[in-house]
Structures are given as C-alpha cells and as structure tokens.
C-alpha cells in the first residue's frame, strides 16, 4: 500500500509547488477503489494520465502487466522514472495526453504485421486524474481514440461527473453528456470530498467510469458527421433545435426532416435522447441527398 502523499518535507517546506491545476490525491483508501473500479488489470495495458506524485501509480504498477503513465511535467516525471526504474512493465512518459501520438503508443509496431493482416490489439484502459480546465479536452481526445480503450475510470470534478452521466432532459445533459454516452455506458461511482486532495481544491471531486460500446453502427450515424451534428445542435444552449439546426441546413429540408423524426421545431436539443437525435441526423441526410 503506497503512502498518502504529503506534499511537505520534514522541515515544512512544499518541494513541488502544484501548477497546471493539479490537485494530488491524499487518500490511499480513495486510491485502492479507483484501480479496483478498473477490474482485474493482471493482464491488461494501462494507461495512467497524470499521474503526479504516483499515488495510484504504484497501484498499478503492481498489479497491471503494462502500465504507461504520462505526465506533463517535467521534474514529476523524471521522479517517476527513477522510482520505477526497477519495474519492467512500466513506462513513464514526459507529454501532453492532448498531443502525443496515441497511433504510435498503442498502433501497430513497423515491421511487426505481416501485408494483409489486421492489427487487432487488446484494448487498454484508461485511468487518471484530471485537472479540471482540461477535463473536457481529454475526454474528447479519449473517444477520438477510443478504438484503442475499453475501460476508463476517471477523476473530475464532481459537476463534470454529473453531467457525464445525465440523462437526456435533465438540467445537467448536454453536448458532453451526449458524446460520452454515444461512445460508452457512463457510470458515476463516488464522490471525494476536498478533504481528499492535497492542496484542497474548492469543489469535490467524483470518479466515473465509461465503458466503451460505441453507438454508431447502432444507431446508423457516421462518426465525423455526427459529432459535429451534435455540435450544431447543442451549439447555444438557450436556443430550440431549430433555431440551431437552420444555420446550417435549408429551412424546408429541416422541416421536413422535422416532422419525419417526430421532433417539434421548439424543442432544445438537450431534451432529445441520442436515439432521436441520430433519427433527425438521418433524416435531414435523406433530405440532402
């Protein structure tokens, strides 16, 4: 059991000041039920977003068979990969989720696949802690590659989680709740006090966990399209789908399109579940071709 971080040094001074938003988990107890929330990883790859002074990184590391972790900051990481420097099975890796090459950390190896086969890797999973300016920008960039995953467990801020798993009609759908669920089913698990962290930040925190069983085939949308079709719809929150919708498309196709998918022009798109939404999408395709 790794200990609880503490950011202070005998003699009372703070090593690493937090910068970028970090707020480092202080709870061991809180740190063993986010790796358990990731299920049975002794044969799985893990992926570890932030992983800061590695208070769940030494969680994994003894139970996953690889773990990748990837953190921004510079003296963190040269930390991580001294302290785990005797631990094959893990790589620390000094980047930005939002910009390193995911196509390279978990696509095919040059060399390594025979002309006409397909590269069919197990899917990794995925868990962090995210600073909460950014929480949004990873998770897109999370299902953008979501070939790659089939579990991610994350730490947001709490209202980020509710969103993550609204439903539609409720106060807290959107566009982000939205994506998620057309990517995977979403689950709130618990809820962190500020108490949890070290510095406190002033919101709690809770962990979600999103497994990946995208909805596409299912609901007969290509991927690129229909994302931004959600995009536009979800576009001014304050506004009907039409008034959303009618930027973009000619206003008798969307009338048509309308009424072909049972939807009244003076509904808000975060009243509309993905079903309905995606029958709208195909009809106004149908109406274009």
Do not use: C
Request: charged fraction near 25%.
């Amino acid at each position: 059991m790794p200990k609880v971080d503490n950011p202070k040094t005998t003699s009372g001074k703070v090593p690493h000041k937090p910068k970028l938003g970090q707020h480092f988990l202080a709870s061991d107890t809180a740190a063993l039920r986010i790796v358990e929330a990731l299920g049975d990883i002794s044969q799985a790859t893990v992926l570890e977003i932030g992983p800061g002074r590695g208070a769940i990184t030494e969680m994994l590391a003894q139970k996953a068979k690889r773990l990748i972790a990837v953190e921004l900051d510079r003296v963190m990481s040269a930390q991580l990969r001294m302290q785990f420097s005797m631990q094959p099975n893990v790589e620390i890796i000094e980047g930005d989720i939002l910009t390193i090459e995911l196509d390279t950390v978990f696509g095919p190896k040059p060399g390594l696949l025979r002309p006409g086969l397909n590269f069919s890797p197990e899917p990794a999973r995925v868990v962090g802690n995210l600073p909460y300016y950014i929480t949004s920008d990873i998770l897109l960039r999370l299902f953008e590659y979501h070939r790659y995953f089939s579990t991610i467990v994350l730490m947001v801020q709490k209202e980020v989680a509710d969103r993550l798993a609204a439903s539609a009609g409720s106060r807290d759908y959107g566009l982000l709740s939205a994506t998620a669920q057309l990517y995977g089913r979403v689950e709130k698990l618990f809820t962190l006090p500020p108490t949890a962290f070290s510095p406190a930040p002033k919101v709690h925190s809770a962990v979600v966990r999103i497994t990946i069983k995208p909805k596409l085939e299912a609901l007969g949308v290509s991927e690129a399209e229909f994302i931004a079709f959600l995009k536009l719809s979800f576009g001014m929150k304050r506004k009907t789908i039409w008034n959303n919708l009618k930027t973009r498309y000619d206003e008798d196709a969307l009338k048509a399109a309308l009424a072909k998918s049972g939807i009244k022009p003076a509904i808000r798109a975060e009243a509309l579940p993905l079903e309905r939404t995606a029958a709208l999408f195909r009809a106004l395709r149908n109406e274009n071709a």
